[in-house]
């Protein structure tokens, strides 16, 4: 039983994954693509390549498919016929001379190339006695520019829709795009500029996207319109695919400059900055001497129009080739990516207003991501070897799944060449180091705001050292490391990261990856950090948060150069309190200070075995436990 069920999936699989005949074209200009098409009506190819569906021709039509079939139904003996997966990519001009053109033109998918289509509201598809017949087998996008009659039952005169045996849309929408934000925005098919269209059809969810822009926008995140149906009743084992146009009584110039088409995965891109344009319409030189107009006045400002328009084409171009990025096969196997101009976008091009600070990896800026409005962070971190990268990105997509309430959680990664971005949530107040240590911030925390940040630190580790699938080490615990949320509450950034560069840097050899005054000694005889080397740095944290003082001083007194030291020597003369962050005046509880204190000792100690897990930190910051007031220090 089960293997009857299995085998007819095995079959289709099979048969998907061995089609001969999948078809991958780009057509970049259709100078050499003459031998592939077959073209009739008023359809030719001009001189520098553009293909031209009609002329301003009063009631004609044209055609231009892809010379031979292609597969479009798997239909094979064990399954039920199903639609091939397909993606186009065209760009498009429809030029009018005068006021009002037509009819508009359509991407087709019909069993024969030699359709015996009408001209005018018909674009050359069906006629009179075909129009709505199931027999037809004919799938198009309509990109109408006349709204016709009643029969026809269009919504406007400047309309996408998707047709179906029939010139009645099954669905259709004004012609528009969606911004990043959502916002519809309506333009003219007939505006006289090339126009983009993307046609995805996933055979397997059967969903149908469409979507349209002006060329100098990029491919919208959100589809004009997005159709779940299933065109396995639709199309023929073998279909041909094109374009069918015609016009009317009024009538205009319908220009595809550029195609590409796909079965079975994704339409290449275009290669915008090389596609032929469309001839400009003659000029009746009647008009001058009727108006008296002067025609080397209209031909100056011509040129400069087109200079102008010839500078931001050039521009766009070159902005958009600065902001290109070539995706590696294996990037596409890992989730939580961000696109590179969503990025760039987001930091208004890494402008240095932007900068948040520079980290132990490198720099880190603020961001509004696009399509969202969402703040988020995001690390750059450059100079990793090539060989790395791929290994550096699968590390940190594990890490992005880690989830804690004082962790600040990875959203995502981009890779740039060698260079890898990582997107974080915004901590709106930064980072504790500038509220300890910088004079604009320096004593505005209070003594129990410091306690609270300092117990969701511990949990933080703890869940990383103890609660998740496998044992995290952070590696840099630190108080630039801990970051405050809206509401002050601590959280832990970079965790996991240390180790991933160290790896990435030079996976053959051991590197310490840390900051100085936070390293436990024993780092420098193993090089390898484990749980109780995150504790040993949590512990100098615990000291720094209560005497509001860096743990390494320079300029400090030769007693007091060591944090550590000196809050060990007041401890032995019995004169604890007086390390306390003199700005905390006497607003602090003395017990939780005196907890703080001795407990930064005991973590900090030299001998790791001693030091204790951060499980018990916990207990210990929460009451459950008591640290004896003559604990044995081990230094």
Not at 450 to 455: A, P, V, Y
Not at 457 to 482: C, F, P, T
Request: charged residues 20%.
């Amino acid at each position: 039983m089960a293997a009857s069920i299995v085998l007819p999936f095995l079959v289709l699989l099979l048969a998907s994954s061995s089609l001969s005949d999948n078809i991958d074209f780009t057509y970049n200009g259709f100078k050499s693509a003459a031998t592939n098409l077959s073209l009739d009506g008023y359809a030719h190819i001009t001189s520098n390549g553009v293909l031209q569906l009609t002329n301003d021709s009063y009631k004609v039509t044209g055609h231009a498919f892809f010379s031979s079939p292609i597969q479009m139904l798997l239909n094979t003996p064990s399954v039920t016929p199903a639609a091939i997966s397909f993606s186009t990519i065209f760009v498009f001009d429809i030029i009018t001379v005068g006021n009002g053109g037509g009819h508009g033109f359509a991407f087709a998918m019909a069993p024969t190339k030699t359709l015996n289509g009408s001209c005018c509201q018909y674009l050359g598809l069906l006629n009179t006695s075909s129009n709505g017949n199931s027999s037809n087998h004919v799938f198009a996008i309509e990109f109408d520019t006349v709204q016709g009659s009643d029969m026809f039952k269009d919504i406007d005169d400047n309309h996408v829709g998707v047709d179906i045996n029939s010139l009645v849309s099954n669905i259709s929408k004004p012609a528009s795009y969606y911004t990043d934000n959502f916002k519809m925005v309506d333009f003219e098919l007939e505006s006289g500029q090339p126009i983009q269209a993307w046609i995805d059809y996933d055979g397997i969810a059967k969903i149908l996207n469409v979507t349209i822009s002006p060329f100098y926008v990029d491919k919208p995140s959100r589809p004009l319109i997005s159709h779940a149906i299933d065109l396995s009743p639709i199309f023929k084992e073998y279909m041909y695919v094109g374009f069918s146009s015609s016009t009317g009584k009024l009538s205009s110039s319908h220009y595809i400059m550029g195609w590409s088409f796909r079965t079975n995965g994704m339409a290449r891109s275009l290669d915008l900055s090389h596609l032929p344009l469309p001839p400009q319409p003659a000029k009746s030189s009647s008009i001058s001497k009727a108006t008296g107009i002067n025609i080397g006045v209209i031909s100056s400002l011509v040129t400069l129009l087109l200079v102008a328009f010839a500078f931001s084409v050039s521009w766009y171009l070159w902005r958009r080739a600065k902001l290109a990025e070539t995706l590696e096969d294996w990037e596409i196997d890992y989730p939580h990516r961000f696109p590179y101009r969503d990025l760039y976008r987001a930091t208004k091009g890494f402008k240095e207003t932007e900068l948040l600070g520079s980290g132990t990896f490198g720099l880190v800026y603020k961001g509004i991501l696009p399509r969202t409005g969402e703040e988020v962070a995001v690390k750059k971190i450059s100079n990793n070897s090539r060989q790395a990268v791929r290994e550096f990105v699968a590390e940190v997509v594990c890490l992005a799944r880690i989830r804690h309430r004082n962790l600040v959680p990875l959203q995502g990664w981009c890779k740039r060449k060698e260079d890898i971005l990582l997107v974080s949530e915004f901590m709106p107040n930064g980072s504790l180091d500038t509220f300890l240590f910088e004079s604009e911030r320096c004593g505005l925390l209070s003594w129990d705001q410091r306690f609270k940040i300092l117990k969701g630190v511990a949990m933080g580790l703890a869940y990383l050292h103890e609660e998740w699938e496998q044992v995290v080490v952070h590696r840099d615990i630190k108080s630039s490391n801990v970051l405050l949320d809206a509401e002050m509450n601590g959280r832990l950034s970079d965790f996991g990261l240390a180790g991933v560069y160290e790896r990435a840097k030079n996976p053959s050899t051991t590197i310490i990856v840390g900051t100085l005054a936070y390293i436990a000694p024993e780092l420098s005889r193993t090089g390898k950090s484990m749980p109780s080397s995150d504790v040993f740095a949590y512990g100098i944290l615990l000291l720094e948060v209560a005497c509001g003082r860096r743990a390494i001083e320079s300029t400090s007194p030769t007693g007091k150069l060591l944090l550590m030291d000196w809050v060990r020597e007041c401890k032995t003369r019995g004169r604890l309190l007086e390390v306390v962050d003199p700005k905390l005046g006497q607003s602090y509880l003395r017990e939780e200070v005196e907890l703080v204190l001795k407990l930064g000792l005991v973590c900090s100690q030299s001998i790791p075995e001693v030091r204790p897990t951060m499980r018990q930190v916990i207990r210990y910051l929460n009451g459950d436990d008591s640290l004896a007031d003559d604990v044995a220090l081990v230094f």
